[in-house]
């Protein structure tokens, strides 16, 4: 079942080669979307693929690169568009 994520991840997550990381993953695992970092210093994502993938994904993110530290990940889900680019930093 396909659907899309939107996620704000809080923590130390800037500075720290976390969203080069998220990509990585994404990518290896087929999803669709965008990683950024924020101006409050936490980091918001937008993912479309399997659900399953998108699950696997998170837990990844939940670790994330060798210095991060991950205090909170918030998710909503959305309606699957299909329309999101292959997945990437987006500055």
């Given amino acids: 079942m396909k659907e899309m994520r939107l996620l704000r991840i809080h923590g130390k997550v800037q500075g720290v080669g976390y969203r080069f990381f998220a990509t990585r993953v994404a990518r290896r695992l087929g999803l669709k979307g965008w990683i950024t970092n924020t101006r409050d210093g936490s980091v918001e994502a937008a993912v479309e693929g399997e659900k399953s993938a998108i699950d696997e994904w998170i837990e990844e ?12 990940i918030e998710q909503e889900s959305k309606d699957y568009s299909g329309r999101l680019p292959d997945f990437d930093v987006k500055f």
């Avoid at 993110?61 to 909170?72: D, H, I």
Wanted: charge should be neutral.
């Fill in 61 to 72: 993110l939940k670790e994330g690169p060798r210095y991060a530290e991950v205090t909170n």
